[in-house]
């Protein structure tokens, strides 16, 4: 039997180095499976490079660049974790959405065409690129990168001539990848919202106006008034108002650092909004309007800079307690309400459903005009108009201490609840409370009031059917 070599081969040295052979071919599998996530997609035949691949950059890698115009002022950009801030010529948040279509646009469109040209010193006139339109710096990873694009192209006026000096090779760019990045002012680059927050996030808000303050808790799907006084909201005022505090948005940029409030009403705002969110309170400051040019002046806390406000975004966030409140009259659904007792300048009439159909009780019993019934559950189903005043005491002020009107509404479920209406009040309408709302005084609209003085002969249905035969 021949005799085993004294040097150790290749299968003794792996033997029982299974386990590590293996880790191994995990960790190599694990990175090449990393470079192809990293790597762009392939392209298909015929497709063009991606300007990235010419640049060195993909969009996401870039964290800092400089836009450079001829004769005008750098705008330079960099990134402060995910978000985008500028910071020459001014320091300012930027609209981070903004910036990153704009990169990823520009680095992720194909080219328009390689000329196959190298753009030298004695060349580079004759495609615009010794003054060119734009330079764009990019740094990123490390590298930094310029892009500098110029004349439209002859014969395809929807290009412009680059190059990029780390490569030096002619190519075109689509404008409509460029436009912005050469066109747009500092200004445009800025984020004009207001409140930086989404909808779904806002806790809390509140308005401060003048003396008045009124503010309002989200505790679940609903919205309460806890300022200034516990209420539940209107069932749509809590949401419509967080949706419009975060659609608060810059329409001009005034000036920075202002050293006037006073000239723009912001020494003493007319109006105050402060929504809570997850990761703390954010407030906006109105001032007075913004004249002629239309909108209101605004600024937001934190940023000194003044701006104005479209006047319907104000409109819409410049709520009183009385616009929020719960103002629903009576609550109840038509077809669980089984007697409805009315008395009012006509007289007292009593209704009440009996298989399915309306029926007179009182003054006469004959068979009620169900569309005018129908009429009548509407008008109590509907909301106020405004809230006037919570936990009223003298109630004959609102003439509800002998009401016009009382309507009683009967369900399926022994409830019963009670609507009074009063004089007239100013909006015009009228005073009303409920026995669901105890003393607060409501204003409603007079089209619900008249809606409410129906008589017997309107209630009483135009075809009754004959008698029954003895």
Same mark, same amino acid.
């Given at each position: 039997?021949?005799?085993?070599?004294?040097?150790?081969?290749?299968?003794?040295?792996?033997?029982?180095?299974?386990?590590?052979?293996?880790?191994?071919?995990?960790?190599?599998?694990?990175?090449?499976?990393?470079?192809?996530?990293?790597?762009?997609?392939?392209?298909?035949?015929?497709?063009?490079?991606?300007?990235?691949?010419?640049?060195?950059?993909?969009?996401?890698?870039?964290?800092?660049?400089?836009?450079?115009?001829?004769?005008?002022?750098?705008?330079?950009?960099?990134?402060?974790?995910?978000?985008?801030?500028?910071?020459?010529?001014? *320091?300012?948040?930027?609209?981070?959405?903004?910036?990153?279509?704009?990169?990823?646009?520009?680095?992720?469109?194909?080219?328009?065409?390689?000329?196959?040209?190298?753009?030298?010193?004695?060349?580079?006139? *004759?495609?615009?690129?010794?003054?060119?339109?734009?330079?764009?710096?990019?740094?990123?990873?490390?590298?930094? @990168?310029?892009?500098?694009?110029?004349?439209?192209?002859?014969?395809?006026?929807?290009?412009?001539?680059?190059?990029?000096?780390?490569?030096?090779?002619?190519?075109?760019?689509?404008?409509?990848?460029?436009?912005?990045?050469?066109?747009?002012?500092?200004?445009?680059?800025?984020?004009?919202?207001?409140?930086?927050?989404?909808?779904?996030?806002?806790?809390?808000?509140?308005?401060?106006?003048?003396?008045?303050?009124?503010?309002?808790?989200?505790?679940?799907?609903?919205?309460?008034?806890?300022?200034?006084?516990?209420?539940?909201?209107?069932?749509?005022?809590?949401?419509?108002?967080?949706?419009?505090?975060?659609?608060?948005?810059?329409?001009?940029?005034?000036?920075?650092?202002?050293?006037?409030?006073?000239?723009?009403?912001?020494?003493?705002?007319?109006?105050?909004?402060?929504?809570?969110?997850?990761?703390?309170?954010?407030?906006?400051?109105?001032?007075?309007?913004?004249?002629?040019?239309?909108?209101?002046?605004?600024?937001?806390?934190?940023?000194?800079?003044?701006?104005?406000?479209?006047?319907?975004?104000?409109?819409?966030?410049?709520? *009183?307690?009385?616009?929020?409140?719960?103002?629903?009259?009576?609550?109840?659904?038509?077809?669980?309400?089984?007697?409805?007792?009315?008395?009012?300048?006509?007289?007292?009439?009593?209704?009440?459903?009996?298989?399915?159909?309306?029926?007179?009780?009182?003054?006469?019993?004959?068979?009620?005009?169900?569309?005018?019934?129908?009429?009548?559950?509407?008008?109590?189903?509907?909301?106020?108009?405004?809230?006037?005043?919570?936990?009223?005491?003298?109630?004959?002020?609102?003439?509800?201490?002998?009401?016009?009107?009382?309507?009683?509404?009967?369900?399926?479920?022994?409830?019963?609840?009670?609507?009074?209406?009063?004089?007239?009040?100013? @909006?015009?309408?009228?005073?009303?409370?409920?026995?669901?709302?105890?003393?607060?005084?409501?204003?409603?609209?007079?089209?619900?009031?008249?809606?409410?003085?129906?008589?017997?002969?309107?209630?009483?249905?135009?075809?009754?059917?004959?008698?029954?035969?003895?």
């Amino acid at each position: 039997m021949a005799e085993r070599s004294a040097t150790p081969g290749l299968a003794d040295k792996l033997r029982g180095k299974g386990g590590l052979i293996a880790f191994a071919i995990v960790i190599v599998l694990a990175f090449v499976a990393f470079l192809e996530m990293q790597a762009p997609p392939p392209r298909q035949l015929g497709e063009s490079p991606g300007v990235w691949s010419y640049v060195g950059l993909r969009s996401q890698e870039v964290d800092r660049f400089e836009i450079r115009r001829q004769d005008e002022d750098v705008i330079a950009l960099a990134k402060q974790g995910d978000e985008w801030r500028i910071t020459q010529p001014i *320091q300012a948040a930027a609209d981070s959405e903004l910036v990153t279509r704009l990169l990823t646009d520009l680095l992720d469109s194909p080219i328009g065409q390689d000329g196959g040209v190298t753009i030298t010193t004695e060349n580079q006139t *004759q495609y615009g690129l010794n003054k060119p339109s734009v330079q764009l710096v990019l740094h990123g990873g490390g590298k930094s @990168r310029t892009l500098r694009y110029a004349n439209s192209v002859p014969q395809r006026p929807t290009e412009r001539f680059a190059v990029t000096d780390e490569v030096g090779k002619l190519f075109t760019l689509a404008n409509h990848v460029t436009d912005e990045l050469q066109d747009n002012a500092a200004d445009e680059f800025r984020n004009r919202r207001l409140v930086r927050l989404d909808a779904d996030d806002v806790r809390g808000v509140t308005i401060q106006s003048g003396s008045e303050t009124t503010e309002l808790r989200r505790d679940g799907n609903t919205w309460k008034i806890v300022r200034p006084v516990d209420a539940v909201a209107d069932e749509s005022a809590g949401g419509n108002l967080a949706s419009a505090v975060v659609d608060l948005e810059a329409d001009e940029f005034v000036e920075s650092n202002p050293a006037d409030l006073a000239k723009y009403g912001l020494d003493r705002p007319r109006l105050t909004i402060t929504a809570t969110g997850p990761s703390g309170e954010e407030t906006v400051a109105f001032g007075s309007s913004a004249g002629d040019d239309g909108g209101r002046y605004a600024r937001r806390q934190g940023e000194n800079v003044v701006v104005t406000v479209a006047d319907f975004l104000f409109d819409d966030v410049n709520k *009183q307690y009385a616009e929020l409140r719960n103002r629903n009259l009576l609550t109840f659904e038509n077809d669980d309400v089984t007697r409805i007792s009315l008395v009012n300048p006509s007289g007292a009439v009593e209704l009440e459903k009996q298989g399915g159909a309306w029926q007179m009780l009182k003054p006469r019993r004959v068979p009620a005009n169900a569309n005018r019934v129908a009429d009548l559950l509407f008008a109590l189903g509907q909301p106020a108009d405004a809230a006037v005043e919570e936990n009223a005491i003298d109630l004959a002020k609102y003439g509800l201490d002998k009401p016009q009107v009382t309507a009683i509404v009967s369900t399926r479920d022994g409830r019963t609840q009670s609507l009074f209406v009063g004089r007239s009040s100013a @909006r015009p309408g009228h005073y009303v409370r409920t026995s669901t709302t105890a003393n607060l005084v409501l204003d409603v609209s007079m089209e619900t009031v008249q809606a409410l003085q129906v008589s017997e002969s309107d209630l009483t249905a135009s075809d009754p059917p004959p008698p029954a035969a003895p």
